[in-house]
């Protein structure tokens, strides 16, 4: 679920010395410099001197690293993927028009198929020039229909993608066009589906030229050239596929570092070097082994006899061992962990309901006798480490919204049980606060908030495990009363978490719709003034935080266990890592 932003001071963000925002970036690294302004171009090359052969010396033994990637994924197909594992999966094999560069502690977007990308004046019309050394990893060339294709399926509300209507909210006619196909969904009604998607200001201009228009000035798009969503797919494979074209190595067709070589379901990924890509020569690593283990202890385990050489998460039960660990790597993490209410199931529709649970959480305790792993209590929505103006934060410039001192909070909390006619909790029905069963740390946070609930506040709570491979679409389809979630930013920038709340994204799972809300999400992202955007940014979350359809707990950190003998390996803060400049030393 991805991440960042303000461009012009994201890169000093992300590698500042604070790992509390920042992360720890790469295990080894080179600097790397952003793009210009107006005009992105690829550098130009000079032809390679004339050399002598090279003295025969024996084949190095390919380099095969094993990691764990999390459990089965959901979707591996760019335009449905939703967990941040999902998004990691994919930035190995697939490239857009730019790409993480994974040289540079944080990362940061590189031209990737792109070859020159040129802006109007006012930054909303661009002009891109695709390389002519792309190729899909079957050899056909990558294409500018690629793309429009690729982008303008986002607008097709019948994928149901998690960030379909936020990635066409970006372009000209984008929302326009994903309401209308909605709409005839709604309506049982027919449309020329390719007519309404051309409503989206994208087209191929040829084979290599591919323009595209805003519908606001955007000072962070360079990400979103860069995010696992937009990179292009392959319109005759999925046309003669379907949704199984992700499941099989021969219909995964990718145009990224890596291709696919096998997929078992539920037991591992493989990827190995795409011969066909056109910077193949600085993959140091030949094949990686994703491993799918739904149980992070099994993951754990495996970390310690050497099958795998990474895990992104650490048991509860063994992080005091892991602390200790020399592999032990913390960074920051731009994120939140929070429960959804589902505002249209009483007694959740009550927002006095809503705000009384989440000011009985105690975060100070969850943080520092449950999780125990360096996280950051949460007193708002927008997480520490958002870049914002005056050369602050977000949440530096902002206020706490939840007040600190637990024993206020909960008898706040009971007076509004009692303004919403559940005094002591009586007459309210039996809560189910339910999350992905293949993380033992969800369950146990469950517990310690039910708990609260049940002896401070009176509150029957029971919990459900749901499995962890459809909890994304179980919360979509508003199955839960509450759920546990979470939230990894796709980009620096608050819009990145406030954006998940609005009445049209995928990705809120509440049912919360607020046209308040959304009309002031709507005027920042047509301000140009940067404090004028500020301010409507931090009402909105003053808004949102209101009527509470969320209930922060913490803000994330990164917890990692790497083998010593593995170096290179670069974690971004927006939750994803990267393994291709991976070398192995043991």
Not at 72 to 83: G, L, R, T, V
Not at 96 to 112: E, I, Q
Request: with cysteine.
């Amino acid at each position: 679920m991805k991440k960042v932003r303000a461009i012009l001071v994201v890169v000093a963000i992300l590698c500042a010395v604070s790992l509390v925002f920042t992360g720890i970036g790469c295990t080894a690294v080179a600097t790397g410099t952003t793009a210009a302004a107006e005009t992105t171009a690829a550098p130009a090359t000079t032809a390679a001197p004339a050399t002598t052969a090279a003295p025969e010396t024996t084949a190095a033994a390919p380099q095969v690293l094993s990691v764990w990637a999390a459990t089965e994924p959901e979707s591996i197909d760019p335009a449905k993927i939703a967990w941040s594992h999902e998004f990691t999966l994919v930035y190995h094999m697939f490239d857009g028009l730019m790409r993480w560069d994974a040289t540079v502690p944080g990362s940061k977007p590189a031209l990737g198929d792109a070859k020159e990308i040129v802006w109007d004046t006012a930054k909303l019309k661009a002009t891109v020039t695709l390389r002519d050394d792309i190729f899909w990893s079957d050899g056909k060339p990558v294409t500018a229909m690629d793309y429009e294709y690729a982008w303008k399926r986002h607008a097709d509300a019948n994928l149901a993608s998690a960030y379909g209507s936020t990635m066409v909210d970006f372009f000209k006619g984008g929302t326009d066009a994903y309401n209308a196909v909605a709409k005839s969904i709604e309506d049982k009604t027919t449309i020329d589906l390719k007519a309404t998607l051309d409503m989206m200001a994208v087209k191929a201009m040829g084979d290599k030229t591919l323009e595209f228009e805003l519908a606001r000035p955007c000072p962070f798009f360079d990400y979103i050239l860069a995010f696992g969503t937009m990179v292009p797919v392959r319109e005759d494979i999925i046309t003669a596929n379907g949704d199984t074209w992700t499941n099989d190595p021969k219909t995964y067709i990718s145009n990224g570092r890596y291709v696919m070589t096998e997929r078992k379901p539920n037991e591992i990924i493989v990827v190995q070097k795409n011969d066909k890509y056109w910077d193949k020569a600085s993959n140091k690593i030949d094949t990686i082994e994703f491993k799918l283990l739904a149980d992070e202890n099994v993951a754990y385990a495996a970390y310690q006899t050497d099958e795998v050489s990474f895990i992104n998460a650490i048991p509860l039960g063994e992080m005091e061992t892991a602390l200790a660990s020399p592999d032990y790597i913390r960074g920051g993490l731009l994120g939140t962990y929070y429960y959804d209410f589902n505002v249209t199931k009483a007694p959740l529709d009550n927002a006095m309901v809503r705000k009384a649970l989440s000011l009985a959480i105690d975060r100070e305790y969850i943080v520092t006798q449950v999780t125990k792993a360096n996280q950051i209590p949460a007193y708002a929505w927008v997480p520490e480490g958002i870049v914002d103006i005056n050369d602050k934060t977000f949440r530096e410039n902002g206020e706490d919204l939840i007040g600190k001192d637990l024993a206020k909070n909960i008898e706040q909390a009971k007076q509004l049980l009692i303004d919403a006619g559940f005094p002591g909790g009586k007459g309210l029905p039996k809560i189910e606060v339910s999350y992905n069963s293949n993380n033992v740390a969800h369950k146990t946070i469950a517990e310690s908030v039910a708990n609260t609930w049940k002896t401070e506040l009176g509150v029957e709570v029971e919990l459900v495990g749901v499995e962890g491979t459809v909890f994304n679409s179980f919360r979509q389809e508003l199955k839960h009363m509450i759920a546990r979630d979470g939230w990894i930013c796709d980009w620096n920038d608050p819009t990145s978490m406030l954006d998940l709340l609005k009445s049209t994204s995928g990705n809120n799972h509440t049912g919360y719709k607020n046209p308040a809300y959304d009309a002031l999400l709507e005027q920042a992202g047509m301000a140009t003034d940067p404090a004028a955007r500020s301010k409507l940014l931090h009402d909105a979350e003053i808004l949102m935080m209101n009527d509470m359809p969320v209930a922060p707990v913490y803000y994330y950190t990164n917890n990692f266990m790497l083998k010593s003998y593995v170096n290179g390996a670069c974690f971004s803060p927006l939750g994803n890592q990267f393994f291709w400049n991976c070398t192995i030393t043991k």
